[in-house]
């Protein structure tokens, strides 16, 4: 068994809770010499509940996607981390980043945010990590921000 990481995958929403876990898992990139995957999945459940497809709402997811990740990966060069990738995928963020992702890239690690949803949409639709945390089969690492969650 070995101790350290390879391959390290962070999924990122926009959030301050995947924010803290961006920031920590470039730190544990850097401290295991890692490649760093940022991925952000455009959820496509939400497209679901428009009877008419609008396409240009998924341009717009797309280009927030690539601005997000762009800026998160700026932040990281910044502090000195180079062996790094950007993913945008589509789907369910609970099944594609744990079955598809992190299977493609071989994640030995998988880091998330405690949460990227706001109370109600936990209770309605569960909590993206708590299912990532069931179904990945590699390592898992939650982060949870320091500031109190508003409900």
């Known amino acids: 068994m070995t101790l350290k990481y390879s391959n390290i995958l962070v999924a990122v929403d926009g959030s301050k809770s995947a924010e803290c876990a961006f920031k920590k898992a470039v730190q544990i990139a850097q401290r295991n010499q890692a490649q760093l995957t940022l991925v952000h999945v455009i959820d496509t459940r939400a497209y679901v509940a428009i009877n008419t497809y609008d396409r240009t709402m998924e341009d717009r997811a797309g280009e927030y996607a690539e601005e997000l990740l762009r800026g998160y990966k700026e932040e990281a060069m910044k502090l000195g981390l180079v062996n790094m990738n950007t993913v945008i995928e589509y789907g369910s963020p609970k099944t594609v980043i744990p079955k598809k992702v992190a299977k493609e ?4 690690l998988i880091i998330c945010g405690a949460t990227g949803l706001n109370a109600v949409e936990r209770l309605l639709i569960g909590s993206v990590s708590e299912h990532i945390t069931r179904s990945a089969t590699c390592d898992v ?5 320091e500031e109190k969650e508003e409900v």
């Open 105 to 108: 890239i071989e994640a030995d």
């Open 141 to 145: 690492l939650v982060v949870r921000t």
